[in-house]
Structure formats: C-alpha cells, structure tokens
C-alpha cells in the first residue's frame, strides 16, 4: 500500500484553492491565452481534487474500520483453538490425532514444534555432516492463520469422539466462527483494493505529467511573474505557496 498519510496531498489541494483566490484579485489582468491555466479550468481543476481527496478519504476510513473488525475478531482464535485442542485431547482420540491437531494449533500460535537452533549446534551439525533445515515461524499472516484453522476444523470433523459439551467448541460453531474470520478478512482485502483505487486516482489529478494539479500550479507562477514581474507583491503572494509531489 501507498503510504498512510495524506497530508501532504490535502496541503497542495488546500494552497491550489489559495491560489485561486489570489488570482480572481487579479481581476482581468490575469488573462493567460493557456486553456488549462484559465480561471474556470483552474476552478475545475479545484474541484477535481477536493472530489477524488474525499474518496481517498472515505476509503481510508473503510480500510481502517474492517482492520479494526478484523483485528477484534482474530484475537480471539488463538484462545479458542487452545481450548478446543484441549477437549480433543480429553477425548480417547488417538495420539497422532493430538499430535496433528497441535502442530496446527502451534502455528496458529506462530511457535515452532522445536526450539530454534543455535549457531554452536548449527556448526556441531555441519560438523557432523547434517544438514540443518528450520523453517520459519513466521506463519502468522491472517491468511496462514485462517489456512491452518480450517485445516484444523476439518481434522476434527473427522474424530468421531470429539463431542464437547461446550457450544463455542462445537464443529457447527466452530465453523460459524471460521466463516466470520473469513468475511471479516475478505472485507479487508476489498477496502485495500478500493483505497488503492482511490488513491491511484487521487495521484493522476494531483500529480500526472503537465496536466497534474502541481505542474498546473509551475505554469500559473510562470505567468503571474511574466505579466506582474518577479518583484511584484503578486507573484510574492503566488511563489510563496508551496506544492510537493506526494506518490
């Protein structure tokens, strides 16, 4: 994603409308024969940008608001499938069952099923002869976390001796659950989708190549100081407003 904060774009729309002012109390002296730098382009130009800033806004707010219900619901898996590994286990399941549903729960739980080498038993392993291979723990991408829950749900849909009395450990709530991190997580991927939309279309009216809002603004300084001089009070009042290129 683009980066998070925006104002540095809601500045260079807030000085274009600055600048506008400043120009209709030029009155009629400033007539450019340029159309894109003519007051009723500029205005609409001014338009334009406050219009595709407010999307980016409002897709912000979406994007923040589902992490937010994302993040709310997802704290509470790793509690739930503790609880549910643990009736498992009370059961007369198998221990290669247990043992399969706790390597899903581990990663999860973002923990490794062994301890991490250290550099002395990495070299006493390459010293004799072995390979050391460890793969990362880092599995914790809401992805890899809905992945591994399902995996673990279908496990146990397939032990006919998990029946717990409880109804937040049952198969069918268990799966209500599951759907919900899902759609709470797809909800996500859509606002990001959308911000990234607005903020694509925020960029090509503030920023595209001699028609962007900001190489607009070099061609009205270039003319304010061509009709007012580069000592006049007008182009002071012009030059001292700053526009930056944000992507």
């Given at each position: 994603?683009?980066?998070?904060?925006?104002?540095?774009?809601?500045?260079?729309?807030?000085?274009?409308?600055?600048?506008?002012?400043?120009?209709?109390?030029?009155?009629?002296?400033?007539?450019?024969?340029?159309?894109?730098?003519?007051?009723?382009?500029?205005?609409?130009?001014?338009?334009?940008?406050?219009?595709?800033?407010?999307?980016?806004?409002?897709?912000?707010?979406?994007?923040?608001?589902?992490?937010a219900a994302r993040d709310s619901v997802f704290s509470l898996l790793s509690k739930l499938v503790t609880r549910a590994l643990n009736a498992l286990k009370a059961t007369s399941s198998t221990s290669q069952v247990d043992e399969s549903a706790s390597a899903f729960v581990r990663k999860i739980h973002g923990r490794r099923a062994s301890a991490k080498?250290?550099?002395?038993?990495?070299?006493?392993?390459?010293?004799?002869?072995?390979?050391?291979?460890?793969?990362?723990?880092?599995?914790?991408?809401?992805?890899?976390?809905l992945d591994n829950f399902d995996k673990f749900l279908k496990l146990l849909s397939g032990v006919d001796v998990y029946t717990p009395n409880e109804d937040d450990l049952k198969i069918s709530s268990l799966t209500s659950f599951y759907n919900d991190l899902k759609a709470k997580n797809n909800t996500v991927a859509t606002a990001a989708v959308s911000l990234s939309n607005a903020r694509i279309a925020r960029n090509e009216i503030l920023y595209k190549d001699i028609t962007g809002l900001v190489d607009v603004t070099c061609d009205v300084k270039t003319y304010v100081k061509s009709v007012f001089g580069a000592t006049s009070p007008q182009f002071k009042q012009i030059s001292r407003l700053k526009f930056t290129r944000h992507q």
């Open positions: 994603m683009a980066s998070t904060n925006e104002t540095g774009h809601a500045k260079n729309v807030a000085n274009f409308d600055d600048m506008i002012s400043y120009i209709h109390g030029y009155e009629t002296t400033y007539n450019p024969s340029k159309p894109s730098i003519k007051l009723d382009a500029l205005q609409t130009l001014s338009t334009d940008a406050k219009n595709v800033s407010d999307r980016v806004n409002s897709a912000l707010g979406a994007y923040k608001n589902a992490i080498k250290t550099e002395e038993e990495k070299k006493a392993d390459a010293a004799a002869g072995k390979e050391t291979v460890q793969i990362s723990a880092s599995q914790m991408s809401f992805d890899s976390q």
